[in-house]
T-cell receptor, first 116, second 114 residues
């Protein structure tokens, strides 16, 4: 049972336009969400995060939106640049009962290609 | 400050051989995670440690896989015997378990089992 899902394996956008990457989750106990970016032959690197008490967090060109009622989050990149081409993973903090386990549950990833 | 260090970066071995992957977490981090990335399954958590103690190994695929963390600065993931389906990229990550939950990943070990 996949608790964090990224239903789009790939996305292609034109440079300068907006990229929107989506993520859905099933566990209502998740309280913290993160986005990671991964380039080929490198490990994933942290990009941006959001706590469940917020519905939006912004960092430069990157904005994450959280809709708790829909159990959905999205990452917006505006404007998109060719250097943003990478695999993007969303992740959620994991709970066991009422205790945070310290581990993250990752989605399958979405490959973003930004065309010049 | 050095990030998470993994060795080797690439490993090619024959089916049936023992493989040992190594990880040095970021100093001061008390959580260590082992992940496997494949095209089919994405990033899977295999096992994680807190203060050198294994907390959750439910992601370890089978008894051929084992992981140890003898001290705060070193961990190993061993596959014995290896099989072609174990071919994947294995990542180690560490965190300080803080409220931001951010994990820092190493560069990964690309394992090919022929």
């Amino acid at each position: 049972d996949q608790q964090v899902k990224q239903n789009s394996p790939s996305l292609s956008v034109q440079e300068g336009r907006i990229s929107i990457l989506n993520c859905d989750y099933t566990n209502s106990m998740f309280d913290y969400f993160l986005w990671y970016k991964k380039y080929p032959a490198e490990g994933p690197t942290f990009l941006i995060s959001i706590s469940s008490i917020k519905d939006k967090n912004e960092d430069g060109r990157f904005t994450v939106f959280l809709n708790k009622s829909a159990k959905h989050l999205s990452l917006h990149i505006v404007p998109s640049q060719p250097g943003d081409s990478a695999v993007y993973f969303c992740a959620a903090s994991a709970y066991k009962g009422s205790s945070n386990t310290g581990k993250l549950i990752f989605g399958q990833g979405t490959t973003l290609q930004v065309k010049p | 400050d050095a990030g998470v260090i993994q060795s080797p970066r690439h490993e090619v071995t024959e089916m049936g051989q023992e493989v040992t992957l190594r990880c040095k977490p970021i100093s001061g981090h008390d959580y260590l995670f082992w992940y496997r990335q494949t095209m089919m399954r994405g990033l899977e958590l295999l096992i994680y440690f807190n203060n050198n103690v294994p907390i959750d190994d439910s992601g370890m695929p089978e008894d051929r896989f084992s992981a140890k963390m003898p001290n705060a600065s070193f961990s190993t993931l061993k596959i014995q015997p290896s099989e072609p389906r174990d071919s994947a990229v294995y990542f180690c990550a560490s965190s300080n378990g803080g409220l931001d939950y951010e994990q820092y990943f190493g560069p990964g070990t690309r394992l090919t089992v022929t």
